[in-house]
């Protein structure tokens, strides 16, 4: 059993900043890639931002110089510091995490809840 819990969404204005964490609990061996996602009204989700075991990350280009993923392995928690906030990253985040419960199990896909961002004046 592994849990998720995200936190730090809220409303902002235009041009500041929010921190989002998520962090994972249960039957962890390892995790592999970590990664945010978000999904604004009617459209798909989309991915934001990974980071893998060892530090590499990618982000997508509407985010690109804004906003910045970082991992801490002795938490197994993943953060999103978002700054320069425009109103098109109103969206719901989700965090998701690619865990593996032993060391002879492949890992799976957890996703987190949800945390609102509303990004408006």
């Known amino acids: 059993q592994v849990q998720l819990v995200e936190s730090g969404g809220g409303l902002v204005q235009p041009g500041g900043s929010l921190r989002l964490s998520c962090a994972a609990s249960?039957?962890?061996?390892?995790?592999?890639?970590m990664g945010w996602y978000r999904q604004a009204p009617g459209k798909q989700r989309e991915l934001v931002a990974a980071i893998s075991s060892g530090g590499s990350t990618n982000y997508a280009d509407s985010v690109k110089g804004r906003f910045t993923i970082s991992r801490d392995n002795a938490k197994n928690t993943v953060y999103l510091q978002m700054n320069s906030l425009k109103p098109e990253d109103t969206a719901v985040y989700y965090c998701?995490?690619?865990?593996?419960?032993?060391?002879?199990?492949?890992?799976?896909?957890?996703w987190g809840k949800g945390t609102l961002v509303t990004v408006s004046s």
């Open positions: 249960g039957s962890i061996f390892s995790i592999n890639v």
């Open positions: 998701n995490l690619d865990i593996a419960g032993t060391w002879y199990n492949k890992g799976m896909d957890y």
